[in-house]
């Protein structure tokens, strides 16, 4: 196994020889940039071999443009410049030049500033075989028909490329690789059970010719024809993963040689001239830097965009056009100088960030025979769409119907995982790395089960910038290879087994490069003419040959006669193809003119911008922007539409006038069918418009009114409503004094249980039934009696049979008396004097019975809610003093009478008979009894309805100082509505 000086270190921690200093001052001071020094190691073996491509007086114009703008439109940033901004200096817009860092290295700005694409003409820097300088290229590696299988594989649903590459170990390995069968397993004395991986190639040794062939060559053709490529390493730290990517003056990695393909690739290609753009980042504790920023200046840099299928946004992120491998030299000094590196307990130069280098390839047909057009300015200043990371300066355009193909190598160097080290700011730094890695792990993990059980599970991409910046690539939309490091040493194999797991993950993600291009609108709508042109022509071609009258040759003529109904039929279904075809082609052209009049007046693409699609990751000013393009292509739309509109109106007219019969030609029968048609459609539509107009006023009618009524509805709402409050305080006055009168009932019953005792007591107990009897006394009906002074007894109280009106009514006696009809009793329809031999049929009742032998004080007719069926049994006496004639009649003063009546109940009836009567307070002047005779009499019973039949009635008009008795015995019952009664009776 061939070994490396390099290795030897590793045995131990190596003294502190980091890449760049980082010496003194606290930790984050050590990690400012220093001063850029050579690296003896970075493409040394290439500088040499420089040879601009570019004129002198090219050059002097660049200088020129270094303290002047551009003679180009500027074009606007993914940000708008704010001078106030703590970013100034930094070099993105040609606006901007003289904003550079506080005080850099002179001599530096000038290099770096030079090849800035903000500041050159896309058009004098471009790269065709003819400039790309031999010594530039190594075109052995480019072999035809290795190029072609490479070539057919490109585009197609693929898969990520993983390899593995085992860095030489110092005696002790764990690992034993199979170069042949691709595989690599951990050697017997350190596995409890076989482990062993399988990828798409597995590597040894220290040379990095055969890494690049195997990892990455194909990714780099892939790119320059037009697919985004990306190749990263992946491992833990000190594993070799910058000596892969970047590698040694000795042996140089993956970067310089992929730069040297690039252009060895331009050399063999004859047929296209490049733009090739670099730029260089590094993501350091989930920042990104600008590496490509001048000393001093500013370099943070914004990552936007990335949604699904959406480009990512690096803002502002320098890009530096390249022509030559020294160009391509330089920036790569440059970046690794700036790299943020450091010694760590196993790695004297670690990388304490990713770093990620990308070339955006920009590329389009060469103009015959020409070489590249130097000094042409672009003439609208139109940009063609970057991979989203190309937002700074002027891009190649396309132009003389040669579309322009961009994609965009990247080349990636992930900072490795690593344990806690001794050193505080490593571990922090350590803590991003591994975050960030665990992020990529997870990402891998699902992109890879979504492809393989066919799902769409949500990918966290925007869980780290690292993720985020490798969105679209992941997405699919990339050839991706994978290198995995593994470091041999037994101590390592835990991470070293991560590793290789992780790269069976990465297989399974699936991968559609596309390739992207933007076409000359010009080119195409000119193409689209011919072609409409040419069917134009055969569609003439046609009509006339199903003409039959037009002045033809004979033998044309001849044809035209032979020719079949079916032949005909076909030919009108082609001549129906064509014109569509036309209108079809016509339609885009249309849509084309509008993309090339939107450049044209300064929209920064050159396709029609979708109002639809908005990426929220954008900032304002880009929304703006987007609206503005948007607004821009709507108003012209617009106008075209209008013009067309017109052109279309202008051709039926005078497609209509020749159409239109001579008066010598009498018209056909079908131009007259056809005629009608179009006048049937004409009424149709002018009767869909009538009825349209007509529903419209009926709807305008219809709310009219109710606007109007509206004030109407409201009053009368309020005044129900005020209603209902006066009634619910009648109510709550009602309770007030039936709880008053339970209090007196309570009171009289005590009393007149007291009675009951004492008429026990005499010895008078047994002419009537018990006190607590719940045998109801059949009693002769009609006993009433007049000022009479006997009670009865009292009959059970029987609640349980239908507890209803507990008021202080009863009857006695056998009879019944029932209700159906609506009760209203008829002024003065009856009367009687006496209230002995009466039926009393009130409401229906419990049989609560409460006598009274006094006459007086006055009873009460309390008011209470009725249950919808009742059933009482008892009897009761109830004396309650003299009782009045008076003529029947309503009581008057209640007004809410009529509806109290509606709710009682609808049926009363009493099995029995006695006395019925009602009490009246001494204050209710109008309130009456009505008791029926013999009879169904309705009555209005302290304002329940009932009716009586029995033996006769007491009528009275109540006075002051009038009372009433009752005695009643007999089953009640009732039915009807939930009723409360606020009457006073
Ligand atoms: N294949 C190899 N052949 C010879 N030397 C190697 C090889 N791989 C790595 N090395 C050496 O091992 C050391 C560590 O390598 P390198 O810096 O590339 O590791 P790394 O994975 O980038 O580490 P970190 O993640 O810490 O940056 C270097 O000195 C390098 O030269």
């Not at 209603?723 to 009932?745: P, Y």
């Not at 107990?765 to 002769?780: L, V, Y």
């Not at 009696?785 to 007894?793: I, Q, T």
Request: aromatic fraction near 4%; charged fraction near 25%; hydrophobic fraction near 30%.
């Amino acid at each position: 196994m061939s070994t490396n000086p390099g290795t030897s270190k590793l045995a131990k921690p190596a003294p502190f020889t980091p890449k760049k200093p980082m010496n003194g001052g606290t930790s984050m001071d050590r990690l400012t940039r220093a001063t850029v020094t050579p690296n003896p190691n970075l493409l040394a073996s290439t500088h040499k071999k420089y040879k601009a491509p570019i004129s002198s007086d090219v050059k002097a114009r660049l200088r020129s443009n270094s303290s002047k703008p551009t003679t180009l439109a500027p074009i606007p940033s993914s940000r708008p410049t704010s001078p106030t901004k703590s970013d100034n200096g930094r070099p993105r817009t040609p606006g901007t030049p003289t904003k550079r860092g506080s005080t850099p290295d002179p001599s530096l700005v000038r290099a770096t500033s030079e090849m800035d694409v903000t500041n050159v003409d896309p058009e004098d820097v471009l790269v065709d075989f003819q400039t790309v300088e031999p010594a530039d290229v190594s075109l052995g590696e480019l072999d035809e028909a290795w190029l072609k299988t490479v070539q057919a594989d490109h585009g197609k649903e693929d898969k990520v490329m993983v390899s593995v590459r085992l860095r030489p170990g110092d005696g002790k390995t764990a690992w034993q690789p199979s170069v042949s069968t691709n595989s690599i397993h951990l050697d017997p004395v350190h596995a409890k059970t076989p482990t062993s991986f399988t990828f798409d190639a597995v590597l040894t040794g220290s040379a990095n010719k055969p890494i690049f062939a195997t990892v990455a060559r194909s990714h780099v053709v892939a790119a320059m024809e037009g697919f985004n490529a990306v190749v990263f390493a992946y491992g833990q730290t000190a594993s070799g993963k910058t000596y892969t990517l970047s590698g040694t003056e000795a042996e140089p990695g993956i970067i310089p040689r992929a730069m040297r393909q690039v252009f060895s690739y331009i050399r063999r290609t004859e047929s296209r001239e490049y733009l090739l753009r670099c730029s260089y980042l590094e993501i350091y504790n989930e920042q990104i830097h600008d590496l490509l920023a001048p000393p001093g200046a500013p370099n943070k840099v914004e990552l936007q965009g990335g949604t699904v299928g959406g480009d990512i946004i690096l803002a502002p992120l320098r890009e530096e056009v390249v022509t030559s491998i020294k160009g391509v030299q330089d920036v790569l000094k440059r970046g690794e100088s700036h790299r943020r590196t450091a010694c760590t307990d196993w790695n004297e130069r670690s990388s304490r960030s990713h770093s990620v280098f990308r070339l955006v390839i920009e590329s389009r047909e060469r103009a015959d025979g020409s070489i590249p057009s130097s000094g042409r300015a672009t003439p609208s200043g139109r940009q063609t769409p970057g991979l989203g990371a190309n937002h700074g300066g002027p891009r190649l355009q396309a132009r003389d119907g040669r579309s322009v193909q961009t994609s965009v190598l990247s080349l990636i160097d992930l900072a490795g995982s690593e344990k806690a080290t001794s050193d505080k700011e490593r571990t922090r730094e350590g803590k991003y790395i591994n975050t960030s890695l665990l992020t990529l792990g997870t990402v891998i993990g699902k992109l890879s089960d979504n492809a393989t059980k066919q799902k769409n599970d949500h990918i966290p991409f925007r869980d780290s910038k690292l993720t985020r910046l490798l969105q679209p690539s992941l997405s699919g939309n990339a050839r991706i290879s994978v290198i995995c490091t593994i470091n041999p040493d037994p101590s390592a194999i835990a991470e070293s087994t991560s590793t290789l797991q992780f790269a069976q993950r990465v297989k399974g993600v699936k991968l559609h490069a596309q390739k992207k291009q933007v076409v000359d609108t010009e080119a195409l709508i000119e193409r689209y003419r011919k072609e409409i042109e040419d069917l134009r022509r055969r569609l003439e071609e046609k009509e006339n040959l199903l003409d039959t009258n037009g002045k033809d040759e004979e033998p044309l003529k001849a044809k035209k006669r032979r020719m079949s109904a079916q032949e005909k039929a076909d030919e009108s279904q082609a001549m129906h193809d064509l014109q569509s075809r036309i209108q079809q082609l016509t339609k885009l052209i249309l849509t084309s003119q509008t993309v090339s009049e939107e450049s044209a007046g300064g929209s920064s693409d050159s396709r029609p911008v979708s109002p639809v699609k908005i990426d929220f990751d954008l900032s304002p000013y880009e929304l703006q922007q987007q609206l503005l393009a948007a607004r821009l292509q709507l108003s012209s739309q617009s106008t075209q539409i209008l013009s067309l509109e017109a052109a279309l109106e202008a051709a039926q007219s005078s497609r209509v006038e020749s159409e239109a019969p001579s008066p010598s030609q009498p018209a056909s029968e079908d131009d007259r069918d056809k005629e009608n048609d179009r006048e049937r459609l004409i009424q149709d539509q002018a009767k869909m418009i009538e009825e349209q107009g007509r529903k419209i006023r009926q709807l305008e009618d219809r709310s009219h009114p109710l606007s109007e009524d509206l004030p109407r509805q409201l009053e009368e709402e309020k005044r129900k409503r005020e209603e209902k409050e006066r009634w619910a305080e009648e109510l709550v006055r009602q309770l007030d004094k039936e709880r008053k009168a339970r209090i007196q009932l309570e009171d009289e019953r005590r009393a007149l249980q007291a009675f009951v005792s004492k008429f026990d007591s005499l010895g008078l107990g047994s002419t009537i039934p018990g006190s607590n009897s719940s045998t109801p006394i059949s009693s002769p009906a009609g006993a009433g009696r007049r000022r009479s002074s006997a009670a009865f007894g009292i009959p059970s109280y029987s609640s349980d049979l239908g507890a209803a009106r507990r008021r202080r009514s009863s009857a006695f006696g056998i009879g019944a008396s029932s209700l159906r009809q609506p009760l209203f009793p008829t002024s003065d329809s009856s009367s009687s004097s006496s209230l002995s031999s009466s039926t009393s049929v009130t409401t229906a009742s419990s049989a609560t019975s409460i006598s009274s032998i006094s006459s007086s004080p006055p009873s009460k007719s309390i008011s209470r809610r009725e249950s919808r069926d009742s059933l009482g049994l008892g009897m009761s006496l109830q004396l309650t003093g003299t009782s009045e004639s008076s003529p029947l009649r309503l009581p008057e003063g209640h007004s809410n009478m009529p509806s109290l009546l509606e709710q009682m109940p609808e049926e009363a009836w009493v099995l029995g008979g006695g006395a019925g009567d009602v009490s009246f307070e001494e204050e209710e002047k109008e309130a009456e009894s009505i008791l029926g005779l013999g009879s169904r009499v309705p009555s209005v019973v302290g304002g329940m309805k009932s009716s009586s039949v029995g033996f006769g009635s007491g009528v009275g008009k109540k006075e002051p100082g009038t009372v009433r008795f009752s005695t009643s015995v007999g089953v009640f019952g009732g039915h009807g509505k939930e009723n409360v009664t606020p009457f006073k009776g």
